[in-house]
């Protein structure tokens, strides 16, 4: 994964999944000697990741990891000292919270008291809210080396009703509507239209979800007729590269005119149909 909004997705069950092992430590530590250890590790292991993680970005809060390095430290022998008498009971689950919670109600208290607003769509919390739309997250990474999520926006998002009718009417017995670089924009067309259409890109646009040969193979086929590229694909080095040179290279470049768009509109300077059959 290599986005925050999916991690996002997963924060339910994994809250779950803790909040029930929790408790079922806790019982095994009351009930069972044998099994009280497990407790005390879970604790070591919970405070030193939580202080891992606090390091990755040093300036955010730097007084936070050491009380949970603390509170960890103070944790272990209160919990062990518990098992010998009530007294200890309410310290040691105190403590206990801290360490295991400290990290965690810091980054979700950041979000909640006005970091919000700069989340840009994504549920980030923490020092990661501070990032910007096309930015990433501290050590967040994305294939090839490039940060950020390329995401289809803006024009190139969006097909005229023009273009729309243009394909419609000379889409013939094709499979697809038309063939475009990413999820998103595909999505809009199908919402409009009710008609199939494929993102070569995947979601970001980047993705190796088509090949030339793949596309040679609908050509061929008669599956598909229309390929729309923006005016920078192909930018990138990869296979959607590829495919990209390809089409220009194969297909007939369509003049905007023949839809009822100048090449001077922001989407007509963004947008280039090819037809390949």
């Given at each position: 994964m290599f986005h925050p909004y999916y991690t996002t997705a997963l924060a339910p069950a994994v809250a779950a999944l803790a909040g029930?092992?929790?408790?079922?430590?806790?019982?095994?530590?009351?009930?069972?000697?044998?099994?009280?250890w497990v407790l005390l590790v879970g604790v070591v292991a919970t405070g030193a990741w939580s202080f891992v993680l606090l390091n990755r970005t040093p300036e955010w809060n730097p007084w936070l990891p050491w009380v949970v390095v603390a509170a960890t430290v103070v944790a272990v022998p209160t919990l062990a000292l518990w098992r010998r008498g009530r007294r200890f009971a309410a310290a040691s689950v105190t403590i206990t919270l801290v360490a295991a919670l400290a990290g965690p109600g810091a980054y979700a208290s950041a979000t909640a008291f006005g970091g919000a607003k700069n989340s840009y769509g994504n549920a980030l919390a923490g020092p990661s809210m501070e990032q910007g739309p096309?930015?990433?997250?501290?050590?967040?990474?994305?294939?090839g080396?490039?940060?950020?999520?390329?995401?289809?926006?803006?024009?190139a998002a969006q097909l005229s009703p023009e273009l729309i009718g243009y394909l419609r009417r000379n889409r013939g017995d094709a499979r697809w509507l038309v063939a475009v670089s990413a999820a998103q924009q595909a999505a809009g067309i199908i919402l409009s239209t009710g008609e199939p259409v494929i993102a070569m890109g995947g979601f970001t646009g980047q993705d190796p979800a088509m090949t030339v040969a793949r596309l040679q193979e609908y050509v061929k086929n008669g599956e598909l007729r229309y390929i729309l590229l923006n005016a920078s694909a192909g930018s990138r080095k990869g296979a959607i590269s590829a495919v990209?040179?390809?089409?220009?290279?194969?297909?007939?470049?369509?003049?905007?005119?023949?839809?009822?768009?100048?090449?001077?509109?922001?989407?007509?300077?963004?947008?280039?149909?090819?037809?390949l059959s």
């Open positions: 029930s092992g929790g408790v079922l430590l806790y019982g095994a530590y009351r009930r069972s000697a044998r099994w009280s096309n930015e990433q997250a501290p050590g967040m990474r994305q294939p080396g490039q940060g950020g999520v390329r995401v289809v926006r803006g024009p990209a040179e390809w089409v220009r290279q194969n297909g007939t470049l369509i003049d905007a005119g023949e839809y009822g768009e100048s090449l001077s509109s922001s989407k007509g300077a963004e947008q280039q149909l090819y037809r």
